[in-house]
């Protein structure tokens, strides 16, 4: 199994990226997928997260700005972010669970003020 993350970027603040996360090797729709990120020095934070069946949930500090979404077909997640801010700098690491945890290499995002 393989997460391939991508979209990340420099960006100023108050813009938008797309990231992606590509699964390999297994059925993505029998899998709960997540967004987490880790900002230099700091814990890794969880950032999103889509349910079997679609449902998403977000904490607040993402609420609003963050969405998460699935195409099965493509087997693939998307999280676009909207109206980012410095403090969203982070390297964002895609999640599954399926049974098991399997995590994606991560993909920097830098938001500059």
């Known amino acids: 199994v393989q997460l391939q993350a991508s979209g990340g970027g420099l960006v100023q603040a108050g813009g938008s990226l797309r990231l992606s996360c590509a699964v390999l090797?297994?059925?993505?729709?029998?899998?709960?997928m997540y967004w987490f990120r880790q900002a230099p020095g700091k814990q890794r934070e969880w950032v999103a997260s889509i349910a079997i069946g679609g449902a998403t949930v977000y904490p607040d500090a993402v609420k609003g700005r963050f969405a998460l979404s699935r195409d099965n077909e493509k087997n693939t997640v998307y999280l676009q972010m909207n109206s980012l801010k410095p403090e969203d700098t982070a390297v964002y690491f895609c999640?599954?669970?399926?049974?098991?945890?399997?995590w994606g290499q991560g993909t920097l995002v830098t938001v500059s003020s």
């Open positions: 090797g297994i059925d993505i729709s029998a899998s709960n």
């Open positions: 999640r599954l669970d399926a049974g098991r945890i399997y």
